[in-house]
């Protein structure tokens, strides 16, 4: 079975300046990984995902993350946050031989910008 | 890409009544439909998992007689909360997955408050 864990449930972090959302999973088998964004009263938006290949993937909005599998991590970075990044930030996981594709969601992390 | 319509965003009914939320794929087809559930400030909490033309399966402690799940196409999945009650009220989700098998797309999400 896997899990995942986001360690920070709030991130403050003043406009303009660099963030980091960690995330830690745990798995026997290779996963695939995900990030997804929430903002208020909406559905998730896919920032980016890991299937293979290249360690660091680029995704939307100018964010990256890289896959350590040594640390079983996942981190998503932004070098320069806007006050529209505002929003909930969900890891996920998924284990290719799942016959559902379940996701495994981290409990979230707030991104809070201050002005 | 990929998108998922889900209907309505938000309702208020009378407890006692049914409501039925409806998620489409509009441009691709949705072999697997993940409905979920997410109360505030919390996660999302996967409620059931349903193929086109099978019977959902429901994640344990899910009254599969209170929340109908019915994905009679590769298009179309539908979820019922029959004679819903205060403690109803939540946030509903709907995700598809694409025959790729890396693709998961979320619906808007509905807000449903029962009075």
């Known amino acids: 079975a896997q899990s995942v864990t986001q360690l920070d449930s709030q991130v403050p972090v003043f406009e303009e300046a660099p963030v980091e959302l960690r995330c830690n999973y745990s798995?026997?088998?290779?996963?695939?990984l995900f990030w997804y964004v929430q903002y208020p009263n909406q559905g998730l938006q896919l920032l980016l995902k890991y299937l293979s290949g290249s360690t660091l993937v680029k995704g939307i909005n100018g964010f990256e993350a890289e896959f350590n599998k040594s640390q079983t991590s996942f981190h998503l970075r932004k070098p320069s946050v806007h006050i529209s990044d505002t929003a909930e930030y969900f890891c996920?996981?998924?284990?290719?031989?799942?016959?559902?594709?379940?996701?495994?969601w981290g409990a979230g992390t707030k991104l809070i910008i201050k002005p | 890409g990929a998108v998922v319509s889900q209907h309505p965003s938000w309702v208020i009914c009378k407890s006692g009544t049914s409501v039925k939320i409806e998620c489409r794929s509009l441009d691709f087809q949705a072999t697997t439909m993940f409905w979920y559930r997410q109360f505030p400030k919390q996660s999302l909490m996967l409620m059931a998992t349903?193929?086109?033309?099978?019977?959902?399966?429901?994640e344990q402690g899910v009254e599969k007689d209170k929340f109908l799940i019915n994905h009679a196409s590769l298009t179309l999945s539908t979820l019922t909360v029959t004679s819903a009650h205060p403690e109803d009220s939540s946030f509903y989700i709907c995700?598809?997955?694409?025959?790729?098998?890396?693709?998961?797309?979320f619906g808007s999400g509905t807000r449903l408050t029962v009075v």
């Open positions: 349903s193929n086109e033309g099978s019977k959902a399966t429901y």
């Open positions: 995700s598809a997955r694409d025959k790729s098998g890396y693709g998961y797309t």
């Open positions: 798995s026997s088998v290779s996963v695939y």
């Open positions: 996920a996981v998924s284990a290719p031989m799942d016959s559902n594709y379940q996701l495994i």
